[in-house]
């Protein structure tokens, strides 16, 4: 029973970090003057490159409309592009602007500021525990 518990208390604990680092990456969105799902769709950009609606309606668990209107707002301030394919004139496929990236650049610098700021208040023997851990819980995810 003990075991159990344990295993609760560290799921649990996952939880509140996952949410600490959840609410610090709202932050930077925000001090970006972006909304949470409209820098999910620039992070699903950064990733894929291009994507139609629907892979990122898809990805985000979100309608194809709803998508679209978040599109919408980023292609006005030229953070997104919508493009036709060349091949099928109906498929329509968004990527990062130019000006997008810059976006990201910054909000990569602000969020690895803060990384960064946040461990130097650890000891080097927390920084290894740390490290340790992780790695161990990656190989146990990897494994599933």
Known sequence: ???MEKNIAVAKLLGQVVG??????MKGFESAGLTAPQGMIIGLLGKYEKMK???ISEKMGLSNSTVSGIIDRLEQRDIVIRERSE??????????SE???DVCKGLSMKMND???NMMKKASPEDI???????????KLL???
């Open 99 to 101: 000006k997008a990236e």
């Open 142 to 144: 990897d494994d599933m």
């Open 20 to 25: 600490s680092l959840k609410h610090g990456m």
């Open 1 to 3: 029973m003990e075991n």
């Open 87 to 96: 091949e099928d004139r109906r498929v329509v496929y968004v990527h990062l």
């Open 53 to 55: 609606i629907s892979d």
């Open 128 to 138: 290894e525990k740390i490290d340790e851990g992780l790695n161990i819980l990656k």
């Open 114 to 116: 803060n990384l960064e």
